[in-house]
């Protein structure tokens, strides 16, 4: 039978197990209970142990139910039962990296949200779908619905394709792991395929996870004759580390950036199920990119960011943060222009649409048309349009 203390704690487990598997299965009104009941069990052995590490996991065990129970109540649908690791897990994760790799490797949650990216609807839309819903509903993924392991996202630089990650990884709360693959192509030669290897092994402790990759085409080009052994085996790995993710149950996604898709090996391009092209931004996208980078300043009435949008064609919007940066420059530099340095509380006049003119002929865009139609090219063939 077991002491009263021993009973409690079976109870306890008994009636979190119920709620876990109720809730996973889209029953979250029926788990609710247990997940209450499993708290109040919980509290009650929380009175009567001493032990401090033992006293520790209930508290921890007791928040987490209470957390779901709590979304429950308040209409929400989302799996809280690892949805996120506690920060000891990452930091364990990444100390069991080499000092070498952990160089490469940058470990962070990004505050970045999906309202900091001006348009890109279809990207984000396709994200959510790939990355977000997989990862805090993993239980509606079964089967044919199996979630994808590795996404790509590709076209012209400066387009917000690493803010795309962030974002993603933010609203799932996943670890993000933003890999330098330069960095990480010098490092890895000669230990190359353990060190991938050590990676997910990292991504998967720290997991829910997203593993971003960016210049994905330098670490995994077409393989060819010339290449060095080391090379030929860390594609080797990393092939072998995403078709793992795909057999294993573990919140683990990889999303890799390119400028240069075409220089991707065939092998890679197929592991990447979701192939996601990232435009330039569309006049509606370059009106919103300027709004949003032009937050915090005063500007003047004589602006009309509509007209801007229609003078940016072909700007990217790493381009259109310069020009905005460039224009926001003028009223400071009448300042600069002052033989002294004015002292105490100093007034800047408003940014006019001046001042915009002159970033214009500063600032001009750097993507081609030639280039865009090979980005095109290469989405009706592999990507998504």
């Not at 996870?209 to 210049?215: Q, T």
């Not at 006049?349 to 090979?374: E, H, N, S, T, W």
């Amino acid at each position: 039978m077991g002491t009263p203390y021993e009973l409690l704690f079976r109870q306890a487990r008994v009636e979190a197990e119920k709620a876990i598997s109720l809730d996973k299965a889209g029953r979250a009104k029926e788990a609710l209970e247990h997940y209450v009941e499993a708290v109040r069990i919980l509290v009650e052995l929380l009175k009567r142990t001493a032990d401090p590490v033992f006293r520790k996991q209930l508290m921890e065990k007791a928040e987490l139910y209470l957390k779901r129970a709590e979304q429950i109540r308040h209409g929400g649908t989302g799996i809280v039962i690892k949805a996120e690791r506690p920060s000891e897990a990452i930091k364990e994760a990444m100390e069991a990296l080499p000092p070498e790799l952990q160089s490469a490797v940058l470990v962070e949650k990004p505050d970045v949200s999906w309202g900091d990216i001006g348009g890109l609807d279809y990207a984000k839309k396709a994200l959510k779908e790939a990355i977000i819903w997989p990862l805090l509903r993993p239980e509606l993924f079964k089967g044919p619905r199996e979630p994808w392991r590795g996404v790509l996202l590709f076209g012209p630089p400066g387009c917000g394709k690493t803010l795309l990650a962030k974002a993603a990884a933010n609203q799932c709360k996943a670890t993000f792991f933003n890999v330098d693959a330069a960095i990480v192509m010098s490092k890895w030669l000669g230990e190359s395929e353990k060190n991938v290897k050590m990676l997910f092994d990292a991504a998967r402790k720290a997991a829910p996870s997203i593993i971003f990759i960016d210049e994905v085409d330098s670490l995994l080009t077409t393989r060819g004759l010339d290449e060095v052994g080391g090379e030929r085996r860390v594609k080797t790995q990393f092939l072998i580390e995403l078709d793992g993710l795909r057999t294993l149950d573990e919140l683990v996604v990889v999303i890799g950036a390119t400028n240069r898709p075409w220089d991707l090996d065939s092998a890679i391009i197929r592991r990447f199920e979701r192939r996601i092209y990232v435009p330039l931004p569309d006049r509606e996208a370059r009106e919103e990119i300027f709004r949003i980078h032009l937050r915090g300043v005063e500007v003047a009435g004589d602006v009309d960011l509509s007209e801007l949008a229609e003078l940016t064609v072909g700007y990217t919007g790493s381009d259109i943060k310069m020009v905005c940066r460039e224009a926001a420059m003028e009223p400071l530099r009448e300042l600069m222009e002052r033989e002294t340095i004015p002292e105490g509380e100093v007034s800047i006049r408003p940014i006019q649409k001046g001042d915009f003119v002159k970033a214009l002929r500063v600032v001009r865009p750097i993507v081609r048309p030639p280039d865009v139609r090979r980005y095109t090219e290469w989405a009706e063939q592999y990507g998504e349009l």
